[in-house]
């Protein structure tokens, strides 16, 4: 495997609580990898602490280097609930963000910026919504003006926390055939989910987590009853249709 993403021995600790414990992991380019896990296991924070926006212990390489050094070629795509939608900013504005952030906050963005939030808005359906206010969007196009952004950042690596959750079916559509595209560019993507089910079939790989790296396999080898019980503390009741695990293990 050609490595692009190393994380080795990560730990966090909140006011002395641990939320991740020695997670290491090693992610290929080109790789498609579902970060799953219940509530609370960590895996917002596990993306927060890959990109050094929460302290840590051990080390996120990047291509060998440091990712905290290389956050250009890094999109972070935060998840839904921790964004301030009252925020008065426009959807072009949000999908051109990270390339403000890269120029420098107080220059204009280049004309070659410009284009490239363009090209990226139009590929996710969005471009005639882009002078709306991103709080007057449905939360499927407010997903998508995120990932836009992470497009028109052309980064190598993309952290995408719950992109699934409350949206629409085009977005869903639209966002997997961008996510197959960005696999065959060879651009790795993280993406969290607490969906359960045979979406998870989706991804190359599945992690599972829960404050420690629980598994770390093809979906088919994580998708286990142990893995699960390990996970989530209680067993599974197949009977049940309503149970999140229902449809796990037919
Ligand atoms: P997940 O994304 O898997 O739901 P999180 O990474 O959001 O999990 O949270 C992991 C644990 O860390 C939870 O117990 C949560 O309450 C706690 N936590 C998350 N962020 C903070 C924070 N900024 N300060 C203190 N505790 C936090
Ligand atoms: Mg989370």
Redesign the pocket.
Known sequence: MDVMLEVQNLSVNYRGRQALEDVSLALGAGELVGLIGP?G?G???LLQAMLGLVPCRGQVLFQGAPLRRQRRSVAYVP?R??IDWDYPITAGQVATMAQSALAGWFRQPSQQARQRVTVALERVDLLHLCDRPIGQLSGGQQQRVFLARALAQGADLLLL??PFTGIDKKTEALMLGIFTELQAEGKTMVV?S?EWGNALNRYDRLLLLNRRLLANDTPSAVMTFDNIQQAYGQGPQLSDSTSPYADFFC
């Open positions: 509530n296991a895996k917002s924070t998840q609930s921790r926390d719950e969290c607490h």
